[in-house]
């Protein structure tokens, strides 16, 4: 089956601070990977995505690489701000039924102190 | 653009009525829009996947009789909880997306409805 597991938050880092949120994927055949972001009061939204193996999606400083041989696509990035504190959902995309379906992890709640 | 909205964004009512919930998309046209459920600390569920115009497809577990969807036009679809219990009591979050090869064709997320049944 499809799923993904991510590190359990919550995380908190002070402002500058170096970011490492772990997802790894089960998947059956080729999905392709994505990194929502959720802020408090709003509706999930698209922080990078990567199609393919060794592809590195980015955005607003964040990075993850698609890794097929150890099915991971952690997301990085070097300093993290104030306003990067959200919950954070991996998630990967795999085709059934004529629909393309998104398994989510469980989320990680990221908090940055100034 | 992409814009996906739901109403209400927060509703209580008491055991055994019926709650409906709207998902519109803004400013493109859904050709397929999905709902989720998601408890306190834990994933997002899908719990069916709707064509405009075809019925829904519901996943293992989810009861159809129960959380009725309509997807009547390509900017809306309604979820309708029929006899809600405390059980139901939860976040339900819709997302919507174009055809493929559409600018708009991966999923964008509506904001939430929460639930509370007394």
């Known amino acids: 089956g499809n799923s993904v597991t991510q590190m359990e938050g919550p995380v908190t880092l002070s402002e500058e601070a170096f970011l490492t949120i772990n997802c790894t994927y089960t998947?059956?055949?080729?999905?392709?990977l994505f990194w929502y972001v959720q802020y408090p009061g709003e509706g999930l939204q698209l922080l990078l995505k990567?199609?393919?193996?060794?592809d590195k999606g980015s955005n607003k400083g964040f990075e993850a690489t698609y890794r097929k041989e150890t099915t991971s696509f952690h997301l990085e990035k070097g300093s993290v701000q104030v306003s990067d504190s959200a919950v954070y959902f991996c998630?990967?995309?795999?085709?059934?039924?004529?629909?393309?379906?998104?398994?989510f992890g469980k989320g990680t709640k990221l908090t940055v102190n100034p | 653009g992409a814009v996906v909205s739901q109403h209400p964004s927060r509703v209580i009512c008491k055991s055994g009525t019926s709650v409906k919930i709207e998902c519109r998309s803004l400013?493109?046209?859904?050709?397929?829009m999905f709902w989720y459920r998601q408890f306190p600390k834990q994933s997002l569920m899908l719990m069916a996947t709707?064509?405009?115009?075809?019925?829904?497809?519901?996943e293992q577990g989810v009861e159809k009789d129960k959380f009725l969807i309509n997807h009547a036009s390509l900017t809306l679809s309604t979820l309708t909880v029929t006899s809600a219990h405390p059980e139901d009591s939860s976040f339900y979050i819709c997302?919507?997306?174009?055809?493929?090869?559409?600018?708009?064709?991966?999923?964008?997320f509506g904001p939430g409805t929460r639930l509370t049944v007394l």
């Open positions: 997302s919507a997306s174009e055809a493929r090869g559409g600018p708009y064709n991966e999923q964008f």
């Open positions: 400013d493109f046209q859904a050709t397929t």
């Open positions: 990567a199609t393919k193996a060794d």
């Open positions: 709707s064509n405009e115009g075809s019925k829904a497809t519901y």
């Open positions: 998630a990967l995309r795999f085709s059934q039924g004529g629909s393309e379906k998104l398994v």
């Open positions: 998947a059956t055949g080729y999905p392709s």
